[in-house]
């Protein structure tokens, strides 16, 4: 299962990736506004958006791209490492029900 993560906390990335794969999950952070992320985020099975620490552009351009293809987008204010271990175990927990 692959997850991008957007926004966040750079001090933080390493510890986000991994907590991602204790879980087996492999996690794409993009803590930073970048050119094309819409691309980079397109093949993945889930977004995971801390929206208190991404802009408005970067959070409207996945928001676009996981809309037409159909991926689903989970949104959290805080961005800490127990917020996205809190949603990944939702998320594996999810993913295992529909395989």
Same mark, same amino acid.
């Given at each position: 299962m692959c997850v991008a993560l957007i926004g966040g906390m750079d001090r933080l990335e390493r510890n986000y990736i991994s907590e991602a794969e204790k879980m087996g999950i492999d996690l794409k952070v993009y803590t930073k506004s970048e050119t094309g992320i819409a691309s980079k985020v397109r093949n993945v099975d889930a977004v *995971?958006?801390?929206?208190?620490? *991404?802009?408005h552009k970067a959070k409207k351009e996945v928001m676009n791209i996981a809309k037409l293809r159909n991926i689903p987008v989970f949104m959290y204010h805080s961005c800490g490492i127990c917020t996205l271990r809190d949603c990944l175990t939702c998320l594996r927990a999810t993913h295992r029900q529909s395989a």
């Open positions: *995971v958006i801390f929206t208190n620490k *991404v802009s």
